[in-house]
């Protein structure tokens, strides 16, 4: 069983940085997906482990990063220029699957998924 492990998230004030963590006991590829209260979850980004193909959503493009440590089993999403509207619970998530972007949007096609981690950001 692949067991997703969440840290890093926390209160910031809009403008500020906050950086996730997620460590797992298997790599291919991972990423992040949030959800915001009273809305669906929406993907965030992906990075696939060989050669570190990224996917992004549109609005955090420029603002966040997804990153990977071979060493640690470990994948981060560096979030810089933090909106309110980013407010949500970060979900870590890993597939076995790699394809085009509008394949891996899509939360069916993620077998693994973490406990979540709040990230607010106040205006």
């Known amino acids: 069983q692949v067991q997703l492990v969440e840290s890093g998230g926390g209160l910031v004030q809009a403008g500020g940085s906050l950086r996730l963590s997620c460590r797992s006991s298997?790599?291919?590829?991972m990423g992040w997906f949030r959800q915001a209260p009273g809305k669906e979850r929406e993907f965030v980004a992906v990075?696939?482990?060989?050669?570190?193909?990224?996917y992004y959503v549109n609005s955090v493009k420029g603002r966040f990063t997804i990153s990977r440590d071979d060493a640690k089993n470990a994948v981060y999403l560096q979030m810089n220029s933090l909106k309110p509207e980013d407010t949500a619970v970060y979900y870590c998530?890993?597939?076995?699957?790699?394809?085009?972007?509008?394949?891996?949007?899509?939360?069916?096609?993620?077998?693994?998924w973490g406990q979540g981690t709040q990230v607010s950001v106040s205006s």
């Open positions: 998530t890993a597939t076995a699957r790699w394809n085009t972007i509008s394949f891996m949007m899509g939360e069916n096609w993620y077998e693994y």
């Open positions: 298997w790599t291919y590829a």
């Open positions: 990075i696939k482990w060989s050669g570190g193909s990224t």
